[in-house]
């Protein structure tokens, strides 16, 4: 990709600007470079820093965009070096000092959980520095990479405010207008760093001429800028919304798969009614038609998990997909229900989820699956912030038999395993609960860096399913929806739009 | 009652009901009375009796959602109130009628400097600039009584018989013909009292303003008033000159209520007093109103009703058994 | 005959926000027992109040009240309690004074139910003889006061002061709120208990003329002090104090043969916050001199007849 | 009065100082920890306790709550957020503007509309005008702003293409917004001016208006409704204090960048010291504006005045 | 308590009242609706249709389907009992606790009074729904909570409503009376000045009783509240919005039935009101 150049209508009189203006949904906040930021500036993100790398998509390759090249030095000690001609905006020279301030500010500010596997940083000589990990897994130094987003340490400490409204980051836009809340607008300089297209990563591209971002948190309101024109791209529309606009030759509706995908997990604590009893942790498996949930919750834009995880990822084995996964099947999960030692409408199970719109909706039908099979639930919901807190805090028991969650990963499926299933991470097993040395060292073995094999995933895969400690649901689609004119819409490897690639067509 | 030629404002069988979660109250039933220039007729009766209600009756300032003046007319100098509209007869209230409050503490706009609710109706009623207004205001209330440069406070900086003198100023302010004060000094000490009824009776004398006094202070009625009516549940019951009422008082309830009032200038061990209670205005008894409470009632006092009827010459009365009544009550009564 | 209450130069003052209000300032009196006292003055001279504060529904601020020769002025808590047997009161308004969710019944039936040890059969009994000494229908028993007119519900206020069997009753201007035929019926009612049950009046009212039909004694209070104190006759044949001389003249009478100018009273009440000694109808008065600036003294000018007013002597030719 | 409004403005320091305390103490115990919010649900409970020690959660609760006292009123600083890391002083004072102008206009909007409305209903008593006023009315009351503001862009924004839908930008934005937002409180002032009103207009100086020959109209708006005023204006104010809270649902329909999203936002993310600012922020400008009334209140009846220039009022007796 | 009162005048007032008896009528039917629900609606509020969802109105669904293809009619009724008895029980919250503090303010008088109004001073500066939301969203989302939260922000309003009565009936003379026959504190508080301030309060309730539902749905909105799948109608409201255009029975629906409420509460509140102050009649 990279062609930075606009199809525009040549008959006009002068070379029209181009100017795509995003409705987001989230408020970014900040533009700060160094501070952990929610979706809404994950899109933004883009157009205005640049990471030391990045994944080209959802489980692609590591591509450079400050870092030219990394070397393994020792096992776990890497050497990146970057390219000796990086500027920021504002004309700052980059090099391994600023590297080294980038990731140091990164950790200290918390910007990025994967700050966590570096276990030592140091400048090497003026563009390379060397990283030393602390944990030996697939794809560690890709998440680091990713995570590092790099600006000039001269700027940044120049900037009053950590850059929260004066950013000046490497990409080929430059911050044009800022109302904290509202809109954030870029212009393009055409004086990137980069000159040589050829070494340009996918999403270093710099289409538009202007991009500006508008916060729109109300769903409805999105759609109605699409249609008063006042937004050109309307980022994560709900399916209802993208609905309308679906056969409407105005618009075009780009569908792309998350990475991000819903899980169910059953506590599997000491005292949980599903310890040591794998005929009812079937039974509820059993109980839940994956399919439907795909029809209820996403109205069928989605598909229904074959793993812990969805097949976008190359360590997702294919042979999976024809395979039962603990598939619906109600006749048998009221046999395992009674083999499990409980006459129906006896248990009741609590069902604990957040408050997003797809996970209510599954919680219910899930409260309506275990029903179907004489199980009885109760759904406890919470916003955000308590359902991460009742999701961690085990100093007491769980307040849950039952957790919905959502898990993504970039890069391979193993490491949502790891995430979810690593007990070193977790005082109380797993994430439910689960103390399982053989769980414990599948997991090791299919994250390893000499692990990973076919066999090692198959292995951690089948455990999973044998044990029925978890399941995966479903995954879903995400809907974005521009205007007539634009061409393409690119993803990062995260599944977020990066509106700097779209690419536009001679009707914009 | 006999029509009098030089009758300045004359009402004829004035009838005006309320309804009040919907029953129907008879608050003025039947009333005829004529009043002569410079003269004040007094309107005696009890709470409740209908004094108010035939005051703002003549007005037109009932209030419109639950009174209604069934029938009656009101002639002031030959036009009939009741037959103008309500342009017309804005300019009769406050110019030619004007009325007095029952109680002062309530009948002036608290928010409104009291200079300027003096104006107010001034300016209303004359073509001039409001600055004259102002000024034949603050004359107002100097003629009152209240020194001028206090025509710019408000009515809560005034006591009780200060607010009284700018409410008769206000009323007095065009020169009326005719003034209507209902209870003018009830709600006042007896010593401010006295400073009210000689204001009243000042103007009344210099003007040659009529009036209608509405009080149930017999003692009030004897200072000021030349002709008494008095009310029992909506009807005149007894009318006359104040000496034909206070010498002879005719009716069983005048006599009763003289009868009532202890008198400061002699000792009686016991007040005669009038058994029962006043009757529900929204179902009156047939007949002679007051025959429940009556104890020369007679079994024909319910059957018909009665009309009021000449005794001596202009003092009627409406009671049928006047003629029976012994003649040594008759006198006891009047012996004030 | 022993007074029932003798009031020492009581005082009560209220803290006002302009000041400290003297609505009762140094008066000294007594009640005889099987009297009726009456208590004049315009509104607001702390007529109410005294009658409140001897009776303990206000604490004073300093003087001694005597009752039957004990000095109550300190007592306290079941002491007081029990004085409240004794000593009652009726109130002028008979709209606020009665509890609008409480019947007939229920008020007067209240005040035995806190004192008395007795059956609910006695209580109805003595509720049944309490209503018929006050002249109310049985059939108003259960009827709520919303329900009744003014003089009935001045009645139940009479009945409920009356079933603790006091010997001494403040009637704060119990009728000065009736119609004129109402208020004879009350004043014949109180007039029949107090021969019947031997009660004792402190009768406060500004009518004159009540005051006089009803009253052994009178008292003329101004701006919280006593100007002057007489058998009720002496006091309307032999006014005294230039104050009880204007009042009387100021109120018109019914009597249309002997009209006599109404004498006016120039100016009017002055507040009773922070007074300044002396006489307070000084700035009222006509004869006002020097001298009355000073504080007054009650003084015996006739036999039982006191007034205070450094003129009276003087201008009454005495 | 000047002394009164001095007065009443060093009495906002206490009333201030004690929203701040309560504030805090109420997101000090609030469930849901913002180190697991910034961390996400990867953290290990090793580094959220890290976090918690750095953000000072581990601080004694009288530690932290002086700490912030002396930063908010000594130094004027609200903190940063727990997750922008932005100054929140510097947030606020930039979204202020838009916070405000909303909730003047909306109090504008529903003063203007409110009041006729419910003039014209007490007015109209019982007759149509009245039923369908408070119909209106009770409309206004019973439907929830969002809905209302959804309702409003979809046919001044969609079909007629009249107003802008959402964001921020001239006037002309906050007029869906103000009107979604305002109407519930348009229809209470509606029904407060309706009964305050009727109230008035049953009183003894508006017949007097009406016997001087005043026209009914002059007499409605002259006489009448300054008087109804007092409720009227209190409603209004704490119809400010509505508007304000009515910010948090409606910026976010209207993506405005103001005070109540950032709120909102907050308290999702349980970054309590961005709702305890806001709060406090809004709080304060509530103090103010409820200053305003009471200050209002002295031009609008002169008896308040009297009372503010320490004039006790009119003596009022029984 | 048997003597309860001058209410039976205020009944009778009120039963005269067309208007307030047909508020009443409608907030009784509602509640009568939500108790019968299960046992007279075709379909129970939790019963999913994948089939049929997202459907409109008709003789099937009369409200339509929701988006799991459950019946919004048998939600709504359902519902009902969770919305109602947020206001309801709110309200109790708000009076119980409103009483206490009031009466003790407004009885007292003095230093305590004026502790008690400068501290609801101090909370009453924060505005309402701010308040709720900053108690909301410390005690958590959750039908007690929600209940909690609504009824602690409304005790500041509702205690100097009583406050002021209080302060009314304190000048009256029947106390005066309570106190020279020698009644004790508690009972003069208890048997006289109560009963007899509540009038005020009471109204405001019921009045109040209607808002909570538009504060449960602003809860919703900004994520508190009461949360689906409770079949609250606020929350539901508040749910429906990301389908106002497509599926508006989803919003109207709920909408409505938190109208009629407020409309019902409302004209029985107005009418209660009149009957408590027979001056405002006319
Ligand atoms: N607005 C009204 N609505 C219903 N009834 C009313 C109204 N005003 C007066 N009444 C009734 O009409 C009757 C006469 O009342 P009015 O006020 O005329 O009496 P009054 O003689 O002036 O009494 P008072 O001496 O108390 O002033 C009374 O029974 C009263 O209750
Ligand atoms: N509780 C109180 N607090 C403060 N001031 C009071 C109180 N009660 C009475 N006063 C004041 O004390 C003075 C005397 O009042 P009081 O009620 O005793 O007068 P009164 O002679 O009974 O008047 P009225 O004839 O109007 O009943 C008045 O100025 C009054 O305002
Ligand atoms: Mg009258
Ligand atoms: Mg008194």
């Known amino acids: 990709g990279g062609n930075a150049e606009a199809p525009s209508t040549a008959q006009d009189a002068g070379p029209k600007e181009i100017v795509l203006r995003v409705g987001i949904d989230a408020d970014p906040g900040t533009l700060a470079p160094f501070v952990k930021s929610g979706s809404g500036f994950a899109t933004i993100s883009y157009t205005l820093y640049e990471y030391l790398g990045e994944l080209s998509e959802v489980g692609g390759v590591l591509e450079g965009y400050i870092m030219k090249e990394y070397k393994e030095v020792a096992p776990l000690v890497y050497e990146v070096t970057i390219y000796d001609y990086v500027h920021d905006t504002a004309g700052n020279h980059i090099n391994a000092d600023d590297v080294i301030f980038s990731i140091a500010k990164m950790k200290e500010m918390g910007g990025s959980g994967n700050m966590r596997y570096i276990d030592s940083f140091e400048k090497v000589s003026d563009y390379t520095i060397r990283l030393k990990l602390n944990s030996n897994f697939v794809g560690g130094l890709n998440k680091v990479i990713a995570s590092c987003r790099i600006v000039s340490k001269k700027a940044f400490e120049a900037s009053k405010d950590g850059m929260a409204t004066t950013p000046i980051g490497t990409t080929g836009y430059e911050l044009e207008k800022y109302v904290p809340g509202s809109v954030v607008r870029f212009r393009k300089t055409n004086n990137h760093w980069q000159k040589d297209a050829s070494k340009l990563a996918t999403l270093q591209a710099a289409n538009p001429d202007v991009i500006e971002y508008k916060i729109i948190k109300e769903s409805a309101q999105m759609a109605i800028a699409l249609e008063t024109k006042t937004i050109d791209l309307a980022v994560n529309m709900s399916n209802i919304d993208a609905q309308r606009f679906m056969d409407n030759k105005a618009y075009t509706v780009f569908q792309n798969a998350s990475n991000i995908t819903n899980q169910m997990y059953l506590n599997l604590d000491t005292d949980s009614v599903f310890y040591n009893n794998l005929p009812l942790r079937m039974a509820v498996l059993r109980s839940i038609d994956k399919q439907g949930l795909v029809k209820g919750a996403v109205s069928g834009y989605g598909a229904p998990l074959k793993d812990f995880g969805s097949n976008q990822f190359p360590d997702f084995n294919p042979k999976w997909e024809n395979e039962d996964y603990n598939d619906y099947d109600p006749v048998k999960a009221k046999a395992l229900l009674a083999e499990a030692g409980y006459k129906p409408n006896e248990l009741t199970l609590r069902i604990m989820t957040d408050n997003t719109p797809i996970r209510n909706k599954v919680a219910q039908m899930i409260q309506g699956y275990l029903m179907a099979t004489g199980i009885k639930a109760t759904i406890l919901q919470y916003d955000q912030a308590l359902f991460n807190n009742y999701k961690i805090d085990t100093k007491d028991k769980y307040e849950w038999d039952i957790m919905l969650d959502n898990t993504g990963a970039s890069d391979y499926l193993v490491s949502m395993y790891r995430a979810k299933f690593d007990s070193r991470q977790y005082s109380n097993g797993t994430t439910n609960g689960v103390k399982d040395e053989t769980l414990q060292k599948y997991v090791d073995r299919a994250n390893a860096l000499d692990g990973h094999s076919t066999t090692d995933v198959d292995n951690l895969h089948y455990y999973m399913k044998e044990q029925a400690y978890a399941m995966g649901l479903f995954s879903h689609i995400t809907f974005m929806v521009g205007r007539d004119g634009i061409e393409t819409l690119t993803y990062d490897a995260k599944c977020y739009p990066a509106p700097a690639n779209t690419e536009f067509n001679a009707k914009y | ?336 | ?318 | ?318 | 308590m048997s003597r309860n009162s001058n209410s039976k005048a205020i009944i009778k007032r009120l039963m005269k009242n067309k208007a307030a008896m047909f508020g009443l009528a409608l907030f009784v039917i509602l509640i009568f609706l939500s108790l019968v629900s299960p046992f007279i609606m075709k379909y129970s509020y939790f019963e999913m249709n994948p089939s049929a969802m997202l459907e409109g109105p008709s003789w099937e669904h009369p409200f339509g389907t929701d988006d799991l293809g459950r019946d919004v009619l048998s939600r709504i009724l359902y519902g009902g009992r969770y919305s109602l008895s947020i206001g309801i029980s709110s309200v109790v919250v708000a009076l119980s606790i409103s009483m206490v503090v009031g009466s003790i303010a407004g009885y007292f008088g003095g230093k305590i009074d004026n502790i008690i109004m400068r501290l609801l001073d101090i909370i009453q500066s924060v505005p309402g729904i701010l308040l709720t939301i900053a108690i909301s969203s410390a005690f958590g989302s959750g039908f007690d909570k929600t209940v909690l939260a609504i009824g602690l922000a409304q005790i500041p309003s509702f205690a100097r409503i009583l406050r002021a009565a209080i302060m009314n009936i304190r000048k009256m003379e029947y106390l005066e009376a309570a106190e020279a026959i020698g009644a004790k504190r508690y009972r003069i508080i208890f048997v006289h000045v109560l009963p007899n301030a509540m009038a005020p309060l009471i109204v405001s309730a019921t009045m109040w009783i209607a808002n909570t539902m538009l504060i449960a749905a602003s809860l919703s909105f900004v994520g508190l509240g009461v949360q689906p799948p409770t079949p609250e109608w606020g929350a539901m409201l508040s749910a429906g919005r990301a389908y106002i255009r497509d599926y508006p029975h989803l919003v109207i629906f709920p909408g409505l039935f938190i109208a009629i409420t407020v409309l019902g509460l409302n004209m029985f509140g107005d009418g209660l009101r009149d009957a408590c102050d027979p001056k405002l009649k006319n």
């Not at chain 3, 209580?123 to 009744?148: C, F, S, W």
């Not at chain 4, 109209?124 to 439907?143: E, F």
């Not at chain 4, 709080?283 to 009372?307: E, G, M, N, T």
């Open chain 2, 1 to 336: 009652m006999q029509t009098h030629d030089k009758a300045y404002l004359s009402v004829r069988d004035l009838i005006v009901d309320y309804t009040s979660d919907g029953a129907v109250i008879h608050a003025v039933n039947n009333v005829s009375f004529d009043l002569y220039r410079g003269k004040t007729l007094g309107l005696v009766g009890e709470t409740g009796a209908g004094k108010t209600t035939i005051a703002k009756a003549l007005m037109r300032i009932l209030p419109d959602i639950s009174a209604k003046i069934i029938s009656g007319k009101v002639m002031l100098e030959g036009t009939n109130l009741f037959e103008l509209d309500e342009e017309e007869m804005r300019q009769i209230r406050g110019e030619r009628i004007s009325m007095v409050f029952q109680d002062p503490m309530t009948a002036l706009n608290p928010v409104m400097k009291v200079g300027d609710q003096i104006a107010e109706v001034v300016s209303l009623h004359s073509k001039v600039s409001y600055e004259e207004a102002l000024q034949v205001a603050i004359k107002m209330l100097e003629t009152v009584g209240i020194p001028a440069e206090r025509h710019i406070e408000y009515p809560h900086q005034f006591s009780g018989g200060m607010k009284q003198r700018v409410v008769i100023a206000m009323a007095l302010a065009c020169n009326p013909d005719v003034l209507l004060a209902d209870e003018p000094t009830t709600a006042l000490d007896v010593t401010i009292q006295a400073q009210v009824l000689r204001m009243i009776n000042k103007l009344k004398n210099e003007k040659e303003t009529s009036m209608i006094l509405i009080t149930h202070d017999l003692g009030v009625v004897a200072q000021v008033c030349d002709y008494v009516a008095v009310i029992y549940a909506g009807e005149i019951i007894e009318y006359g000159s104040k000496e034909e009422i206070f010498r002879k008082p005719s009716h069983p309830y005048t006599l009763g209520l003289f009868g009532a009032i202890p008198k400061l200038n002699e000792d009686v061990s016991r007040l005669a007093n009038i058994k029962g209670l006043p009757p529900d205005p929204s179902n009156l008894p047939y007949g002679c109103k007051f025959h429940p409470r009556c104890s020369y009632a007679t079994p024909e006092c319910s059957e018909q009703s009665i009309s009021l009827l000449p005794i001596q010459g202009n003092h009627l009365c409406r009671c049928i058994n006047i003629g029976k009544m012994s003649k040594k009550e008759h006198t006891n009564g009047t012996s004030c």
């Open chain 4, 1 to 318: 009065m000047i002394r009164y409004i001095i007065k009443r403005i060093l009495w906002m320091i206490p009333v201030i100082l004690g929203v701040a305390i309560f504030i805090f103490s109420l997101m000090y115990f609030v469930p849901g920890d913002p180190a697991a919010i910034i961390l996400g649900s990867d953290a290990t409970e090793l580094e959220l306790n890290l976090l918690r020690e750095k953000l000072g959660f581990n601080e004694p609760f009288l530690t932290r709550l002086v700490e912030y006292l002396a930063n908010v009123f000594l130094r004027f600083d609200f903190g940063e957020s727990y997750i922008t890391h932005n100054s929140i002083t510097t947030e606020l004072v930039r979204r202020m503007p838009y916070t405000f102008t909303l909730a003047v206009l909306c109090m504008l909007i529903s003063v203007a509309g409110g009041v006729p409305l419910g003039v014209n209903a007490a007015v109209h008593q019982n007759k149509w005008g009245d039923r369908i006023s408070m119909l209106i009315a009770l409309a206004g009351v019973s439907i929830p702003a969002f809905w209302l503001g959804l309702m409003l862009v979809l046919l001044f924004s969609l079909k007629l293409g009249w107003l802008p839908a959402y964001g921020i930008g001239g006037i002309q934005y906050f007029i869906l917004p103000a009107i979604a937002n305002s109407l519930g409180q348009l229809a209470m002032l509606a029904r407060q001016s309706r009964s305050s009103m009727l109230e008035v207009i049953r009183s003894d100086y508006i017949v007097t208006a009406h016997a001087k020959g005043q026209t009914k109209n002059k007499v409605i708006y002259k006489h009448a409704l300054p008087n109804a005023l007092i409720p009227i204006v209190t409603v209004a104010g704490s119809n400010f204090g509505r508007s304000l809270g009515g910010t948090v649902i409606i910026e976010n329909v209207f993506s405005m960048p103001g005070i109540g999203s950032y709120m909102v936002t907050a308290i999702n993310q349980r970054d309590y010291l961005v709702v305890q600012g806001s709060v406090i922020l809004l709080a304060v400008s509530f103090c103010f504006i409820i200053l305003l009334v009471d200050i209002l209140y002295a031009f609008i009846d002169p008896r308040i005045k009297a009372q503010y220039e320490g004039v006790a009022r009119r003596k009022k007796h029984v």
């Open chain 3, 1 to 318: 005959m022993a007074p029932v209450v003798e009031v020492k130069n009581l005082c009560k003052y209220f803290n006002s926000r302009r000041g400290l209000l003297h609505a009762v300032d140094g008066v000294t009196f007594s009640i005889d027992a099987g009297k009726t006292t009456g208590v004049v003055g315009e509104s607001g001279c702390g007529k109410s109040t005294l009658g409140r504060t001897i009776i303990h529904l206000l604490d004073s601020t300093s003087g001694d009240v005597f009752y039957k020769g004990r000095n109550i002025t300190n007592v306290r808590g079941n002491e007081l309690r029990q004085l409240r047997h004794q000593m009652q009161i009726i109130f002028q308004d008979p709209y606020s004074s009665l509890n609008p969710r409480m019947t007939v019944e229920a008020t007067i039936m209240e005040p035995l139910k806190l004192y008395e040890r007795m059956t609910k059969a006695e209580m109805q009994k003595e509720t049944d003889r309490i209503m018929e000494l006050v002249g109310i229908e049985n059939r108003l028993r259960m009827a709520y006061p919303h329900e009744l007119d003014g003089g009935r519900r001045q009645r139940v206020g009479i009945g409920r002061a009356l079933s603790l069997k006091p010997d001494f009753i403040v009637c704060d201007e119990p009728v000065s709120s009736l119609d004129v035929s109402i208020q004879a019926q009350i004043l014949n009612l109180l007039q029949d208990l107090q021969d019947e049950f031997d009660l004792t009046y402190m009768f406060v009212t500004h009518n004159m003329s009540v005051v006089r039909h009803v009253s052994d004694n009178i008292c003329v209070m101004y701006l919280g002090q006593m100007v002057e104190t007489s058998p009720v006759n002496e006091l309307f044949d032999t006014p005294l104090h230039p104050y009880t001389k204007a009042l009387l003249s100021a109120i018109p009478s019914t009597d249309i043969d002997n009209q006599k100018e109404l004498e006016i009273i120039e100016g009017e009440l002055t507040s009773p916050i922070n007074p300044k000694p002396g006489c307070r109808f000084a700035k009222r008065c006509k004869f006002a001199v020097d001298a009355c600036h000073q504080p007054q003294k009650l003084e015996e000018l006739l036999p039982k007849h006191f007034c205070a007013c450094c003129r009276a002597r003087e201008l009454n030719g005495l």
